[in-house]
């Protein structure tokens, strides 16, 4: 059984360019889940998300972040014209929903902002 | 409005000795709790979890902690370090909401656990 998938790994981008990250939900689980972690910090929440509908995005930059997790395919964390603040390991989880499951962490994408 | 401390951003132990990994929490309402370690370059991995009952939780790895409400306390613990426990730790917390989804964790600033040959 496949884990949390994201992808890229690693990616690079020049200041203003922008950054699409894919986040493939555990087989059954429908609640997926960002989270950005920076040097030397814990990770941070961004925004949890149900198919086609964001639940909570308290925790999103009010400018330049978006994400979606649409009816079919992967949860796209979307960063328009990136600045070097945003270089960071941004970590997708998924859980299946239901009351008092855990949820489970991908192995990150780590974008670098030159 | 929930927050996590963890002591110690560094803690260096001897081959077979004691790990203790502290973590405080403040919450409104009862907790749950979690601890995550991280291997570089990689994801976290649950080690292990409190949500109610018995309050000394065992975990993967020979790791243990225990919940205590009247010190808001979670204090992870190993008694014999081995050097593939050379990681990072998470001590996180999350309120239940979201009809019961425990997605929206608040994590404390990590411990880097060191061990000695």
């Known amino acids: 059984n496949a884990g949390v998938m994201q992808n890229p790994r690693h990616l690079v981008r020049r200041r203003g360019q922008e950054a699409r990250l894919r986040c493939s939900p555990m087989k059954g689980h429908s609640h997926v889940y960002w989270y950005r972690q920076l040097p030397e910090e814990g990770l941070k929440f961004m925004v949890y998300l149900q198919k086609e509908n964001i639940i909570d995005e308290s925790g999103m930059p009010k400018e330049r972040f978006s994400a979606e997790f649409p009816k079919e395919g992967p949860s796209i964390l979307r960063i328009q014209q990136v600045v070097r603040g945003d270089s960071a390991a941004y970590f997708c989880?998924?859980?299946?929903?239901?009351?008092?499951?855990?949820?489970?962490f991908g192995e990150g994408s780590w974008l670098t902002v030159v | 409005a929930q927050s996590v401390t963890q002591l110690g951003s560094h803690v260096s132990v001897s081959e077979g000795a004691l790990v203790l990994l502290r973590c405080n929490y403040s919450?409104?309402?009862?907790?749950?709790l979690f601890w995550y370690v991280q291997y570089p370059n990689q994801g976290l991995q649950l080690l292990l979890k409190y949500t109610t009952g018995a309050t000394l939780v065992k975990g993967i790895n020979g790791f243990e902690a225990e919940f205590k409400k009247s010190e808001t306390s979670f204090h992870l613990t190993k008694p014999s370090a081995h050097m593939s426990d050379a990681a990072e730790y998470f001590c996180?917390?999350?309120?239940?909401?979201?009809?019961?989804?425990?997605?929206?964790?608040?994590f404390g600033k990590g411990t880097k656990l060191s061990v000695k040959p």
């Open positions: 996180a917390v999350s309120e239940v909401n979201y009809g019961g989804s425990q997605g929206n964790l608040i």
């Open positions: 919450s409104s309402v009862p907790p749950y």
């Open positions: 989880a998924s859980s299946p929903g239901a009351s008092g499951n855990t949820i489970y």
